[in-house]
């Protein structure tokens, strides 16, 4: 068996020369993101990771709806919680119906005066605002993710690594080409 | 009339009341924080279950530790 000649612990292997990169800057796919989550990883070509964050948070922010209801999104009443829901376009959506829906009843939100949607209060509000408020901040991150992509760290890298018997030191035997008859 | 009658998913809210029940609306949101979260730090999604199980069960117990801290506080408060 052929030994491979020892290297020289003084002489390192010649660096491969680095090119000179720019960063890399997507804003479409984190305009997308932010109109759907997990959309901007989809543009990138991460289906997989789009479709896991588009779950999470989707499920995070129809929670916090379901929750709370309509009144949790409320930009004049608490625009600060609103700061993190606006991260979720669809929170705008949200916002401007319920708005709507307070515009066109003109009354009072007294029961006996039939109105639109029943506000939440006390627990039903904290909740449902914390959850609508948690995935805007998530797809914060997400956004963030997809809007700058180091050039030397393209997609193909974040494919799983190699297992560690194909990775081991020792002489590697190549297989003649052709295979078996 | 009583408005509980005409509920509708979305618009108007869960009838938590002040019930404890409440309490148990923690355990979705830390699961699906965790996974998104993860999600996005992760360079291999092979490593998203046990990594997302990980990161909630330390908030999980970290809550737990604050939760306990509170309490105590307000004994002595």
Redesign the interface.
């Known amino acids: 068996m052929a030994v491979d000649p020892p290297l020289s612990p003084a002489a390192p292997p010649p660096a491969a020369p680095r090119a000179k990169v720019s960063p890399r800057w997507h804003f479409a796919a984190a305009f997308l993101g932010w109109l759907l989550p997990g959309l901007g990883h989809f543009a990138l070509g991460q289906p ?2 789009a479709v ?2 588009g779950t ?2 989707g ?2 922010w ?2 916090g ?8 999104i409320d930009r004049g009443d608490h625009p600060a919680w609103f700061l993190g829901q606006m991260l979720v376009a669809p929170s705008f959506a949200a916002d401007h119906y319920r708005a709507k829906l307070v515009r066109e009843h003109q009354g009072s939100f007294d ?2 005066d ?2 639109p ?12 605002t ?2 609508t408020s ?1 995935a805007g901040l ?1 797809n914060m ?2 956004i963030i ?1 997809v809007l700058y992509r180091d050039p030397r760290d393209p997609p193909e ?5 190699k297992p560690r018997d194909q990775t081991s030191v020792g002489p590697k035997v190549s297989k003649p080409a052709g295979g078996s008859p | ?4 009658l005409a ?12 019930s404890t029940a ?1 309490v148990w ?1 923690f355990v ?2 830390i699961l ?2 965790s ?3 993860k ?2 730090k992760l ?4 490593e ?1 279950p046990r990594a997302a199980a990980i990161l909630a069960a330390q908030i999980f117990v970290f809550m737990g530790f604050a939760a306990a801290a509170l309490w105590v506080l307000t004994l002595f408060a």
């Not at chain 2, 009339?1 to 509980?4: A, C, E, V």
């Open positions: 997989q990771r896991v964050l999470t948070i499920t995070l129809l929670g709806l379901l929750i709370g209801g309509i009144s949790v029961p006996d039939n109105p949607f029943e506000p939440a209060f006390a627990r039903a509000h904290e909740q449902g914390l959850f948690l998530l991150l997400a993710d890298a974040r494919k799983p690594r | 009339m009583m408005l509980l509920y509708r998913p979305f618009i108007d809210p869960l009838p938590i009341g002040n409440w609306l979705p949101l699906l924080v996974v998104a979260y999600t996005i360079r291999d999604l092979n998203l």
